[in-house]
């Protein structure tokens, strides 16, 4: 959205409270959603979770067209359509409902800096792995993005995205890397959370906040997630402070509510937290 | 002969008192003298490297590195380190805050640079077209900006966004942002890990000193780094205590002088709102004579008003 386009819909959202309806959509959890899309969609759940906010999660084949800048997940809220967690924290932002208010600017920054981080190396990972490896590719990726559809369109669509991920990774320097290598910088990229997170419950001590939803997306979905191979979620599963915030996580803020909601965890095969 | 430790670094040449205009060197330079590695610097321009070698590069003992990150890596291992002395939690940092430049602070310097019309035609595809060997120099500054351009369009257009003007506005903000942030993290300090320089100084050093230093026509983001002294007064320091080759004399209005003093720094903004009211009255005067009922009887106007004039006139 163009910068005029955002302020407006702070204002609008401002002005009224968080509805009951309020709606996530992600593509189909068992047969269609991928690993980059599962993470950032468990990351906004735990983000709207933390902040209390409640949020049915509906699952659609056609998510990504549906969201407004391509990118899954989006929510809809009242009137409003906001996709990806950096605007749907400003959004909720507007509607009154904060998680990093407590922080001053110079932990502000870090924060940013640390999401950034995820974003960067972790998603990106993500993405190398699904699309620039042949064959998680070939035996995971293009089928399970393609199953909704009928041929030809399901070979059309899942090379598309195929040829515009690679593209992507070429614009940024990370299709001359090898696997090898990916993995090495998911496992630097983990060290860094690590020893940033140290012995706190949370990255920012007492209260979560957004970094700590996105880092719990992202590493608990590698977790629980089978991929061709075990490898990404062994890189993980060495940091055993990492590992015991997840558990904590899934603890508070999942257990609780799945009582009488289904949350169920993921998606490809195994179904929590070994 | 070379020497058998000798390390060969291949980049880009410099000017506006940089030792580089690219920022990847930049980061290279600056981290081998904060490490103390000495390199032989071996400039691109003008050879057909400009087009065949990723740059920078280094060269050792038969073994080619190229990427800043691989290289700082490279000569952390010849035991070349600026980082010893960073506890863990600060080497996350490092990654973390590389990671932010990276993502927020590119893409516009990218556009700035490369994209950016007026920027692109008067200062930096004239400087590489004139460092660049011929017939190179038709092919080599177009080659930057059409990656520059896919660059941002793949990383930061979404798909309604497809065009490269709305997407504009997001990186500028974004960049604004992030430069905010540096200067929150650096604060009064003199680099961002206490009084040694560290990796992550070499990284913010390499990106926004073209930033500060380059004579850009027409560049918001510049005059938004201009008003953030602390970032303005680390360049600045970088410059003068590791790579004291470099003149700085030619001072412009944002290089403050050594103190903190309140005084200057009001006196300084002072400065920039009167260059800024002059400047504009010099425009205004410059349109009034390049109107049609005013003849030209001054020599010594801008290009650009005295191209516009021979249109006039």
Not at chain 1, 117 to 125: E, F, G, I, Q
Not at chain 2, 185 to 211: E, K, M, Q, W, Y
Request: net charge negative; with cysteine.
């Amino acid at each position: 959205m163009s910068l005029a386009a955002e302020a407006f819909v702070s204002q609008i959202a401002a002005a009224e409270p968080w509805p009951e309806n309020a709606t996530l959509y992600q593509p189909l959890k068992e047969d269609q959603i991928l690993l980059s899309d599962s993470a950032s969609s468990l990351a906004v759940q735990t983000f709207l979770r933390m902040c209390g906010l409640p949020v049915q999660v509906s699952c659609r084949a056609n998510a990504e067209y549906m969201s407004p800048s391509g990118k899954v997940p989006f929510i809809h809220v009242g009137n409003q359509v906001v996709s990806e967690l950096g605007p749907i924290v400003q959004f909720t932002k507007a509607k009154g409902h904060a998680l990093s208010d407590g922080l001053d600017d110079v932990q502000r920054a870090e924060m940013k800096a640390y999401m950034e981080l995820v974003n960067n190396m972790l998603l990106t990972a993500e993405l190398y792995i699904q699309w620039c490896d042949d064959y998680t590719a070939t035996e995971i990726s293009r089928p399970r993005y393609s199953s909704p559809y009928s041929w030809p369109l399901n070979h059309v669509l899942a090379y598309q995205k195929q040829w515009e991920i690679r593209r992507k990774m070429n614009a940024i320097g990370w299709s001359g890397k090898n696997l090898e290598q990916v993995y090495e910088d998911v496992s630097q990229c983990c060290q860094a959370l690590s020893q940033r997170l140290g012995t706190q419950p949370y990255f920012f001590n007492k209260q979560p906040t957004e970094l700590d939803a996105l880092v719990f997306g992202h590493l608990f979905t590698i977790l629980t997630t089978q991929l061709t191979s075990d490898e990404l979620a062994e890189k993980v599963k060495s940091y055993t402070n990492l590992l015991s915030f997840c558990h904590r996580i899934e603890q508070t803020y999942f257990k609780e509510h799945d009582r009488e909601g289904q949350f169920g965890s993921s998606h490809h095969s195994k179904s929590s937290l070994p | 002969m070379a020497e058998p430790m000798e390390l060969q670094l291949l980049c880009w040449g410099g000017d506006w008192d940089l030792p580089s205009v690219h920022t990847d060197s930049l980061v290279v330079l600056a981290y081998a003298k904060f490490a103390g590695a000495k390199l032989a610097v071996k400039p691109v321009d003008w050879t057909w490297r400009t087009i065949t070698a990723s740059v920078p590069q280094l060269y050792y003992e038969g073994s080619t590195v190229t990427e800043p990150t691989q290289i700082l890596n490279f000569l952390r291992k010849q035991s070349f380190n600026a980082d010893y002395e960073l506890t863990a939690k600060q080497g996350a940092d490092t990654m973390a805050y590389i990671a932010l430049l990276e993502e927020k602070l590119l893409p516009a310097l990218l556009h700035t640079f490369w994209v950016d019309a007026e920027n692109y035609a008067n200062l930096t595809r004239p400087w590489f077209t004139s460092h660049s060997p011929f017939p190179l120099n038709f092919f080599v500054p177009g080659r930057q900006a059409s990656l520059a351009l896919s660059r941002i369009l793949l990383t930061k257009a979404e798909s309604p966004l497809l065009n490269i003007t709305e997407v504009e506005g997001k990186i500028y903000s974004e960049a604004k942002e992030c430069l905010n942030l540096l200067s929150h993290r650096l604060g009064n300090f003199r680099f961002f890990f206490g009084d040694t320089p560290t990796s992550l100084d070499a990284f913010v050093f390499g990106h926004i000193a073209p930033l500060i230093k380059a004579p850009l026509p027409s560049g918001q983001l510049q005059k938004h780094l201009n008003q953030l002294d602390n970032l303005c007064q680390f360049c600045n320091t970088i410059l003068k205590n590791y790579f004291t080759d470099a003149t700085t004399e030619k001072r412009m209005d944002c290089s403050p002088t050594a103190t903190h003093d309140p005084v200057d720094a009001n006196l300084q903004k002072l400065t920039q709102l009167v260059n800024k009211e002059s400047n504009l009255i010099e425009k205004m005067d410059d349109n009034l004579r390049s109107s049609p009922q005013h003849r030209p009887h001054r020599h010594e106007v801008k290009p650009s008003a005295m191209a516009s004039e021979r249109s006039s006139t």
